[in-house]
């Protein structure tokens, strides 16, 4: 059974960000069933999510309550359009629970049924405020190297990451990068405050050079996810806010992995305190149980677009879709009456960075951080105490050795991560630090 299902796999699926000969006669890794903080493979293995599958199962698996929503709002009202002024209850529900939930000034959201989507809807809404304004050359945007905001042709556009701009042709005009404030891969010989002052520094000096009158928006994840669990240096952020209200730039933060308790508030933002004009948000927002994203708008933007702006000529088929909604609005209830997010501020997040922060000492590490429930273990020779040779992808083998020991963490290059599912325990936390210590001990 095992068997022939991989084969199929490999016969006939093609997967997103999978080198395809590279899988090898073995194929894919089957997984069939999840509870909790563990998901099984087809041979009865249980491994430790410590990625939430992609950042996203913030409530952990097989939650009847979901399932429950679901299933009440599939007999109910299996889908209807937000379109051509109609609406149904929980897109309604779910649109002012979410702006009770954010920052105060965030007070409309457009529905999407991802975060790429989401990224893509900020890319118009972002120009066409300017445009209304009267600005109309208020048109580039600012991303960063490294960053992520989906796979779209616009949120890979916005999005920092070499490799995919180097395949599928070109991307979306008037789309720009700066520096990341990434300290250990490209700051490490400064002291991180003054790194981070000079990465807000490379911003201002890409503005001017664009022409101040020109640049609309930067966009930013509070924490880079996909780039490497990167924290900025606590200098960054204050410096970046500065600039962009010294030019009049509007600031877009990707809450797609941070949003939703994540880092130990609702939002990444409210950790930084960084009053965005827009907030895309997905992953967590339904648990991942069911597709869905939308971006938060803030007053600023929403007055003009609703008072200026007419017809606003987007949109998708799934915007809002009933069944993904019903399933969020119960994700976030719950999150609520569990104390989730405080939990992962008060308790869960500090215990994690006591025990992550003991595999700082192990030769393979060369540093080990961690922000609420998210972290990274950076990986260096220790013959050198620097990076391993690239060809040698000490990242994808402590991967796959992390596996076979029963705890999903991801690699980036040479980078590890984990953002285990937000109810996962302290006994839990325990055995995640140890899994990881005999994935490094192993590939050491
Ligand atoms: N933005 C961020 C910060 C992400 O991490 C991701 C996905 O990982 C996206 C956007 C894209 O979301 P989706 O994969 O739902 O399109």
Known sequence: MTHSLQALDRAYHLHPFTDFKALGEEGSRLIERAEGVYIFDAEGNRILDGMAGLWCVNLGYGREELVTAAAEQMRQLPYYNTFFKTTHPPAVKLAEKLCALAPEHLNHVFFTGSGSEANDTVLRMVRRYWALEGRPEKQWVIGRENGYHGSTVAGMSLGGMAPMHDQG????????????????????????????????????????????????????????????????????????????????????????????????????????????????????????????????????????????????????????????????????????????????????GPYLARRWATLGDHPLVGEARSLGLMGALELIDPATGERFDKALAAGNLCRDISFRHGLVMRSVGDTMIIAPPLVITCEQIDDLVTLAREALDETA
């Not at 008037?174 to 400064?190: L, M, S």
């Not at 600039?243 to 933002?269: H, M, N, P, Q, T």
């Open 169 to 348: 042709g070109p991307g979306v005009p008037g789309i720009t990068h700066v520096r990341q404030p990434y300290w250990f891969g490209e700051g490490r010989d400064q002291d991180p405050e003054a790194f981070g002052r000079q990465c807000a520094a490379a911003l201002e000096t890409k503005i001017q050079e664009l022409g101040e009158a020109r640049v609309a928006a930067f966009i930013a994840e509070p924490v880079q996810g996909a780039g490497g669990a990167i924290m900025p240096p606590e200098s960054y952020w204050p410096a970046v806010k500065a600039v962009l209200a010294k030019y009049d730039i509007l600031l877009v933060v990707d809450e797609v992995i941070c949003g939703f308790g994540r880092l130990g508030e609702w939002f990444g933002s409210v950790h930084f305190d960084l009053a965005p004009d827009l907030m895309p948000i997905a992953k967590g927002l339904s648990s991942g149980y069911l597709p869905i994203g939308g971006v938060l708008v803030g007053d600023r933007v929403a007055d003009t677009l609703i008072e200026e702006g007419g017809e606003f000529f987007h949109g998708f088929t799934y915007s809002g879709h009933p069944v993904c909604a019903a399933v969020a609005l119960k994700n976030l209830e719950l999150m609520e009456t569990e104390g989730v997010v405080e939990r992962v501020r008060d308790e869960l």
